[in-house]
T-cell receptor
Framework: GAGVSQSPRYKVAKRGQDVALRCDPISGHVSLFWYQQALGQGPEFLTYFQNEAQLDKSGLPSDRFFAERPEGSVSTLKIQRTQQEDSAVYLC????????????FGPGTRLLVL | GNSVTQMEGPVTLSEEAFLTINCTYTATGYPSLFWYVQYPGEGLQLLLKATKADDKGSNKGFEATYRKETTSFHLEKGSVQVSDSAVYFCALSVYNQGGKLIFGQGTELSVKP
């Protein structure tokens, strides 16, 4: 079956622009996670949804970062007024339920802020 | 808090050599432990996992044993192949903390023919 998909795969933004990153999880997966991966580092947790409810947003680095999953399926991560330090790969993962279930990752969106 | 520490890379081995990538962790709760692999140009894939102490996860010739007494989850393979060249990430998630994964910094493995 189809895996997790993300779009766009690559995004170049000028500093100060707003960007929106999309994640399509595996159909039927209840949980959805966003991670940020800086170059040469491991992914770092940003936020977590169970269906449409955002249950944990403790990893969002600032109030410029906002995520939503209004119908419990597709999710969008929005970054307002992008800064150079936002340059990273943004990974989305989904799992059937939560807590120690296997997470399936998408290919990521590589964001470069100039 | 929760954290994962992996041995630094890059690790360069000849084909058929023995591989060990060390991973240790700290956790405030009772963690499950994972190894994920990222092949060049591809997304993260689960390689193996273990959910309780003394469990051994295994897949594709790779093994790792959950050692609670040493808080470790070292990855091993008896005979590596060129196709094993990738970045390997150790990770944990703690029960009742939402399922988020805490990753190590990754270890790049390069296998030469």
């Amino acid at each position: 079956g189809a895996g997790v998909s993300q779009s766009p795969r690559y995004k170049v933004a000028k500093r100060g622009q707003d960007v929106a990153l999309r994640c399509d999880p595996i159909s039927g997966h209840v949980s959805l996670f966003w991670y940020q991966q800086a170059l040469g580092q491991g992914p770092e947790f940003l936020t977590y949804f169970q269906n449409e409810a955002q249950l944990d947003k403790s990893g969002l680095p600032s109030d410029r970062f906002f995520a939503e999953r209004p119908e419990g399926s597709v999710s969008t991560l929005k970054i307002q007024r992008t800064q150079q330090e936002d340059s990273a790969v943004y990974l989305c993962a989904s799992s059937l339920v939560r807590s120690q279930e296997t997470q399936y990752f998408g290919p990521g969106t590589r964001l470069l802020v100039l | 808090g929760n954290s994962v520490t992996q041995m630094e890379g890059p690790v360069t081995l000849s084909e058929e050599a023995f591989l060990t990538i060390n991973c240790t962790y700290t956790a405030t709760g009772y963690p499950s432990l994972f190894w994920y692999v990222q092949y060049p140009g591809e997304g993260l894939q689960l390689l193996l996992k273990a959910t309780k102490a003394d469990d051994k996860g295994s897949n594709k010739g790779f093994e790792a044993t959950y050692r609670k007494e040493t808080t470790s989850f070292h990855l091993e393979k008896g005979s590596v192949q060129v196709s094993d060249s990738a970045v390997y990430f150790c990770a944990l998630s703690v029960y009742n903390q939402g399922g988020k994964l805490i990753f190590g910094q990754g270890t790049e493995l390069s296998v030469k023919p």
